[in-house]
C-alpha cells in the first residue's frame, strides 16, 4: 500500500462548481499534513497547510481526520485558474523533516 | 527575491554519459531537498542537507548518483554513468530548518537516450 494515496482524476468541473479531493495516510504517527499545487511542466508550490481544526483559505478549505488518516481539499466557485494538480503531501513519521508526496489528483475546470 | 535556481533546465544526454545538475537555494534558507518526478513513481525525495551536510541519502537509488553541498549557497546532483530509466524532471528545494514549507526551483527536464 502506497504511503499516501490520491484519486488521480481526472476531475472535470464547470467554472464555479464545488469539488472535493480526498487523500489517505497509511502510517498514524504522521504529524503534519499539506496540500501542494502543480501546474503542467511547473514546480509544485504550497497551497496550504492542514490543521487538525480544519481551515480555510478564501475558496480552499482543508480538513484532517486523524482517525480514519484521512485529508481533504475542498475548492468552491472552481476558476479555470484553478486546473493543476493537487499534491496532498505528508511528513514522514520517523523523521519530521522529510515529506511524503502523494501522485497527485489532476482538476480541470472548464469554461 | 529571487526563488531556488536550478541549471541546465532541460539536459538530452546518451547513456553511459556524466550528468551534473545544479541548485542555488534561496538565500537564508539552511535546508536543501533534491527530489525526483516521474509519471509512475510521483515526487520521490532523494537526498537532503542540512546547512550543508547531508542528514539522509536513503532515497538516493544507486552508487550512480552523489550530492554534494560545498557551500550553503551551491549544490549539486550528479549521476554517472546515466541510463535511460534516469529520465524524469529533478526538482531541487529549500527551506528553513523548523519549517516544513519548501520552495522549488524549476526543475531540470532530463532524457537518457
Known amino acids: 500500500r502506497k504511503e499516501v494515496e490520491q484519486d488521480p482524476g481526472p476531475f472535470n468541473v464547470p467554472e464555479g462548481a464545488t469539488v472535493a479531493f480526498n487523500c489517505t495516510y497509511s502510517?498514524?504517527?504522521?504529524?503534519?499534513f499539506f496540500w501542494y499545487r502543480q501546474d503542467c511542466r511547473k514546480e509544485p508550490k504550497l497551497l496550504m497547510s492542514?490543521?487538525?481544526?480544519?481551515n480555510e483559505d478564501g475558496r480552499f478549505t482543508a480538513q484532517l481526520n486523524r482517525a480514519s488518516q484521512y485529508i481533504s481539499l475542498l475548492i468552491r466557485d472552481s476558476k479555470l485558474s484553478d486546473s493543476a494538480t493537487y499534491l496532498c503531501?505528508?511528513?514522514?513519521?520517523?523523521?519530521?523533516?522529510?515529506?511524503?508526496w502523494g501522485l497527485g489528483t489532476s482538476l480541470a475546470v472548464n469554461p | 527575491d529571487a526563488g531556488v535556481i536550478q541549471s541546465p533546465r532541460h539536459e538530452v544526454t546518451e547513456m553511459g554519459q556524466e550528468v551534473t545538475l545544479r541548485c542555488k537555494p534561496i538565500s537564508g534558507h539552511n535546508s536543501l531537498f533534491w527530489y525526483r518526478q516521474t509519471m509512475m513513481r510521483g515526487l520521490e525525495l532523494l537526498i537532503y542537507?542540512?546547512?550543508?551536510?547531508?542528514?539522509?541519502d536513503s532515497g538516493m537509488p544507486e552508487d550512480r548518483f552523489s550530492a554534494k553541498m560545498p557551500n550553503a549557497s551551491f549544490s549539486t546532483l550528479k549521476i554517472q554513468p546515466s541510463e535511460p530509466r534516469d529520465s524524469a524532471v529533478y526538482f531541487c528545494?529549500?527551506?528553513?530548518?523548523?519549517?516544513?514549507?519548501?520552495?522549488f526551483g524549476p526543475g531540470t527536464r532530463l532524457t537518457v537516450t
Open positions: 542537507f542540512n546547512n550543508n551536510v547531508p542528514i539522509d
Open positions: 503531501v505528508v511528513t514522514n513519521a520517523g523523521n519530521n523533516r522529510k515529506l511524503i
Open positions: 502510517n498514524s504517527a504522521s504529524q503534519s
Open positions: 492542514v490543521y487538525s481544526s480544519g
Open positions: 528545494a529549500s527551506s528553513l530548518v523548523g519549517t516544513h514549507e519548501q520552495y
